[in-house]
């Protein structure tokens, strides 16, 4: 079946740890994206990357980095520098169409701070 | 003011009733709406996406889209408990071409 796998669903991160959530898609999309959701808000982009090796910044991308060195992957990082990360985490990715990208989203992660 | 706003709610409707989930938005050039539908915990779920002005049906939505009065709405006729959820309404910018979500409407239908 083709789709968006997250893991790992829950993550507990201590004090001044980096961690990593990873993605991966076999839908054959050239475009992934990383959104935070806090409770009661709307997704907020973090990173966006519309082809292999290049990705650009979202709208909150201070303490995350990410990386997509092959199409099918795209990790993000959420640095000991995000002094706030408790969030949902989703994965999204798209085949681009000119402005009418319909993103289809991953399982999510869970982030909580210990 | 926000790039795309939504009542919050919780919106409640009877089993049976039609709801209507409104959306406005501030950039007067976005061309692309969707709608997602996300239950708690879950991911969200694209439902309906509209382009021109008018209704566009699918089964029991109905999403209508306003450029004039920057205004999108899903209506969702014969309202079941397995709608109750959040949905989020999605603006394709036209500034920056970015995607923006609205905080999304809380749904509760009641049996």
């Known amino acids: 079946d083709g789709g968006i796998t997250q893991s790992p669903k829950y993550l507990f991160r201590k004090e001044g740890q980096n961690v990593t959530l990873s993605c991966e898609q076999n839908?054959?999309?050239?475009?992934m994206y990383w959104y935070r959701q806090d409770p009661g808000q709307g997704l907020r982009l973090i990173y966006y990357?519309?082809?292999?090796?290049?990705?650009q910044k979202g709208d909150i991308a201070e303490g995350y980095s990410v990386s997509r060195e092959k199409k099918e992957s795209f990790p993000l990082t959420v640095t000991s520098a995000q002094k706030n990360p408790t969030a949902f985490y989703l994965c999204?990715?798209?085949?681009?169409?000119?402005?009418?990208?319909?993103?289809?989203f991953g399982s999510g992660t869970q982030l909580s701070v210990l | 003011q926000k790039e795309v706003e939504q009542n919050s709610g919780p919106l409640s409707v009877p089993e049976g009733a039609i709801a209507s989930l409104n959306c406005t938005y501030s950039d007067r050039g976005s061309q692309s709406f969707f709608w997602y539908r996300q239950y708690s915990g879950k991911s969200p779920e694209l439902i309906m996406s509209?382009?021109?002005?008018g209704d566009k049906e699918d089964g029991r939505f109905t999403a209508q889209l306003n450029k004039a009065s920057q205004y999108v709405s899903l209506l969702i006729r014969d309202s079941q408990p397995s709608d109750s959820a959040t949905y989020l309404c999605a603006v394709n910018m036209e500034y920056g071409n970015k995607l923006v979500f609205g905080a999304g409407t809380i749904l509760r239908v009641k049996s």
């Open positions: 509209i382009y021109s002005n």
């Open positions: 990357s519309q082809i292999v090796n290049d990705f």
């Open positions: 839908l054959n999309h050239d475009a």
């Open positions: 999204a990715s798209s085949f681009p169409s000119g402005g009418n990208e319909k993103l289809f």
